[in-house]
């Protein structure tokens, strides 16, 4: 796929690695400068480094999605040295492995730390970004949340909530954005085989155990996607040809949430 993205500057947070970091690729590869937002810059600039050996322009910059403050002195960044700010993907989030208990056993802190992250990290940069995006007349938003922001999963109250309330809040930007040309849109991606989920997808030997073989059956397709898969909808989104797209969900899923039902 490939679409026109000459001169646009893009932030992409939560860039370093998995999604994030193909999203960025798919951006550079299309004439994107890329700014990848992170708190982890030593991986940023590994993926950078990549960008750049393809002839993509890409900055490095860190921070914590979950401090407004960081959030918006980074951002203020990407003008300086950019130019500006024409796009933003709001990739990065965290869920937790351990820790999964009912909603009356749940930690405090892991709630909080989830929120903060997949929720409040969306608000921040959105919030940081969007006067860039009037001033230019137009813009593109891309928030990434989940199929578990759609159905609901045991023991991951938090993740859940949070993934929710990033698709109803895609659809209350799209509302307000429309009248200045800022397109806002969500990805619900379902089971990613990304170096974080990796370790669950896999056994040991490199076959797949017999829990990820209960998790792939409930997909039609059988398989868990590929991290470039996502970037491919979120180029999409941000393509020139998807421009009376807004307030949309695009469920990435395998057809995980079409209804699919196992033989008995």
Avoid at 209 to 224: A, N, W
Avoid at 240 to 259: K, Q
Wanted: charged share 15%.
């Amino acid at each position: 796929m490939q679409v026109d993205l000459r001169a646009r500057v893009a932030i992409v947070t939560g860039a370093a690695q998995g999604i994030g970091q193909a999203i960025a690729i798919q951006l550079a590869a299309n004439g994107a400068h890329v700014a990848i937002l992170d708190i982890d810059v030593e991986k940023a600039q590994e993926t950078a480094g990549q960008l750049r050996a393809a002839g993509g322009k890409c900055l490095v910059l860190h921070a914590d999605v979950s401090s407004a403050a960081q959030v918006a002195e980074a951002v203020e960044g990407v003008v300086r040295q950019l130019g500006g700010i024409d796009i933003l993907v709001n990739n990065a989030g965290i869920n937790l492995a351990s820790g999964r208990e009912p909603i009356h056993r749940y930690a405090e802190a892991d709630w909080s730390r989830i929120l903060r992250v997949d929720l409040d990290g969306v608000f921040y940069s959105s919030k940081a970004v969007i006067p860039h995006l009037i001033s230019r007349g137009a813009g593109r938003i891309v928030n990434i949340a989940s199929v578990l922001g759609l159905v609901p999963a045991r023991l991951q109250s938090a993740f859940v909530a949070a993934k929710a309330g990033v698709i109803n809040l895609t659809k209350s930007m799209a509302l307000e954005l429309a009248p200045h040309n800022i397109l806002v849109n969500a990805i619900a991606p379902g089971s990613t085989l990304t170096p974080v989920t990796e370790r669950f997808i896999y056994a040991p030997d490199g076959t797949y155990s017999d829990k990820t073989q209960s998790l792939l059956s409930h997909i039609p397709l059988g398989r868990p996607a590929q991290p470039r898969e996502i970037a491919s909808a979120a180029l999409f989104l941000v393509a020139p040809e998807a421009s009376y797209i807004t307030g949309s969900t695009l469920t990435v899923d395998g057809g995980w949430t079409a209804g699919y039902i196992r033989d008995w």
